[in-house]
């Protein structure tokens, strides 16, 4: 069974920081590129940050950069989302996202969401 399960959410003063963590479960987890999107209330999920299977490489929004950073440990099956300087508009619920593509083939797997608050 996929299991995709984030945790590390809560609220948080603007300037704070908070850990996000993707437990992953029921998959070849050094297979899957990971992906941390945020859905904010009323907005579009928008992805916020990217990390290639090996680790060694990783991309992010314009909004976060230097803010944000993803690490994955590939022996824990673990994805991590460090937010440090939060912003009132980081508010939202937090997904992971596990990407596969081979030829023509793709799977994604979604985790619940955890929520993140950040205030003013």
């Known amino acids: 069974q996929v299991q995709l399960v984030e945790s590390g959410g809560g609220l948080v003063q603007a300037g704070g920081s908070l850990r996000l963590s993707c437990a992953a479960s029921?998959?070849?987890?050094?297979?899957?590129?990971m992906t941390w999107f945020r859905q904010a209330p009323g907005k579009e999920r928008e992805s916020v940050a990217s990390?290639?299977?090996?680790?060694?490489?990783?991309s992010y929004a314009d909004s976060v950069k230097g803010r944000f950073t993803i690490t994955r440990d590939n022996h824990k099956n673990m994805v991590y989302l460090q937010m440090n300087v939060l912003k009132p508009e980081d508010t939202g619920v937090y997904y992971c996202?596990?990407?596969?593509?081979w030829g023509a083939g793709r799977s994604d797997y979604w985790g619940q969401g955890t929520q993140v608050t950040v205030s003013s």
């Open positions: 029921g998959f070849t987890f050094s297979s899957f590129a």
């Open positions: 990390i290639i299977r090996t680790g060694a490489s990783s």
């Open positions: 996202k596990a990407t596969r593509t």
